[in-house]
DNA sequence: CGAGTTTAGTTGTAACATCAACCAAGAACA
DNA sequence: TGTTCTTGGTTGATGTTACAACTAAACTCG
């Protein structure tokens, strides 16, 4: 019977008794198969950039780049796992060793005594604002300039849709920049 | 001075002594996150489902898939690893949980002996085949189905513009059908 | 107010990934 | 023919993440 393609399932209908399974066609297999590649290797790129520059993971970048931009430099740890698309024991983890170095100090919630509130140190600050500049520089390079400006608002448009499915609750991060005050 | 923004940097210019960067627009911005937030967050939910249904990590998945879809169910490591877009010690690893489990079988090519061709067993093709359509329903659920065929074909086209930096070599697997011969 | 439930978070352990070190086979070449 | 370099891969230590179990605080409601 020859070839069978099952990356996700291509063809892989003339073999499974299922038929109701709708597989890829062929515009639909290859954008997944992008966006498997995309997903498993951007993050590579990132971490070691980050790791070799700034002695960061990518995702503890992104638990200091998001405590750097609230209110006070503190969020809820639930809200923090939010906003790093990450669970709560991975941050808390994340968060642990932070404090280790440093870099973030944990504080009981005052309203509310289950409840932990992450605050970035001066160290944290300091490490972030320094660690920035090569990233965006790699963010640059890897995913924003091959792309002019309709490809990356097409981008920006179909990741939001995915997102609705991924992200249900619509957790992850926006930008809330516009209202432009400082 | 107020908010800044460091997602990956935003308007962290004004701290900063680097006016050398270029941070990130509005719009940039936006794809950015919405980009971190998908390679995030996909693989937890593609996991999820593939290990409670299936008993295999999207990973693992991916290995038998690209097995099941090469000529004589084998392919080099080194290639395997390319095709599924790792490094050859993750692969290496893997392989061998694969082949205890009976899934897959490794043998020394006759060709260069230094070489290994990973083999899908009988075992392997009915469990990547009793896993696929469970699979294909995940992906159609969480990222075709949102999606419609302009933006499938935007969002592979944006998605294959990265590819070529965060991939240069273009190890990642490419739908190769449309030579219709089965 | 007290029993049950939900929320917030931590922790231990087992699975998994990364990294550096290593080895063997082949290629280059002197 | 014997060095040296490169390629193809494995392995073990070490670090990180996921999952399940757990604690404690806060709500809910009879």
Avoid: C, F
């Amino acid at each position: 019977m020859g070839q069978v393609r099952v990356h996700v399932g291509a063809n892989l209908g003339a073999v499974t008794a299922d038929d109701e399974v709708k597989w890829l066609d062929s515009d639909e297999m290859t954008a997944w198969l992008r966006l498997i590649a995309v997903a498993e290797r951007l993050p590579g790129v990132l971490d070691t950039q980050l790791r070799r520059d700034s002695g960061l993971t990518h995702y503890e970048y992104q638990v200091l780049a998001m405590l750097s931009d609230a209110p006070n430099r503190t969020l809820r740890m639930t809200q923090l796992g939010r906003e790093t698309n990450a669970t709560l024991p991975r941050l808390s983890h994340v968060v642990k060793r932070l404090e280790g170095r440093g870099l973030v100090a944990r504080t009981v919630a005052p309203d509310d005594k289950r409840a932990n509130d992450a605050t970035l140190t001066d160290a944290g600050w300091e490490v972030i604002v320094a660690a920035a500049p090569g990233h965006v520089q790699t963010v640059r390079e890897h995913v924003l300039d091959p792309l002019n400006g309709r490809q990356v608002a097409a981008l920006s448009e179909a990741l939001g849709a995915i997102l609705t499915k991924v992200d249900p609750k619509g957790d992850a991060p926006q930008d809330r920049r516009g209202a432009g005050t400082d």
